[in-house]
C-alpha cells in the first residue's frame, strides 16, 4: 500500500559525512511525519531525527549539531545530513513515515527496509 525506499549507507570514516534518503510512494493522501531510527547490534531502536508536516523537528540529544533532517513535500521524500560522524553512529538506520492514505482514509505508520552506516576507520 504504501512503500519507503531507503538509500545512502555505506562505509564512512570519523569525522566523515553521509547522506540518507527515503522516499515514500503508494496511496498516500498526505504524511503528517517523517523520522529517522537506528538500531545498533543488542541495542533497542532509537529515535535520530523526526519532522512533522509544519516544519517541527527533534533530534536526539546525541546527534544534535551533527545530523540534520530536511523533507521534500512535494516529492513525499525525506532526508537526513549526518557530519562529523562518530563510530558510536554505526547502526542500521530505518525511516519511518506516519501516512493518512486513500481508499480507505487510515492513518498507518510505515517503515523502510534499512540502511546500514558504518562509521570505521
Known amino acids: 500500500q504504501v512503500q519507503l525506499a531507503e538509500s545512502g549507507g555505506g562505509l564512512v570514516q570519523p569525522g566523515g559525512s553521509l547522506r540518507l534518503s527515503c522516499a515514500a510512494s503508494g496511496n498516500i493522501f498526505s504524511i503528517t511525519a517523517m523520522g529517522w531510527y537506528r538500531q545498533a547490534p543488542g541495542k533497542q531502536r532509537e529515535l535520530v531525527a523526526r519532522i512533522i508536516s509544519v516544519g517541527s523537528t527533534n533530534y536526539a540529544d546525541s546527534v544534535k549539531g551533527r545530523f540534520t533532517i530536511s523533507r521534500d513535500n512535494l516529492n513525499n521524500t525525506a532526508f537526513l545530513q549526518m557530519n562529523s560522524l562518530k563510530p558510536e553512529d554505526t547502526a542500521v538506520y530505518y525511516c519511518?513515515?506516519?501516512?493518512?492514505?486513500?481508499?480507505?482514509?487510515?492513518?498507518?505508520?510505515?517503515w523502510g527496509q534499512g540502511t546500514l552506516v558504518t562509521v570505521s576507520l
Open positions: 519511518n513515515a506516519v501516512v493518512i492514505t486513500t481508499s480507505p482514509r487510515r492513518t498507518l505508520a510505515f
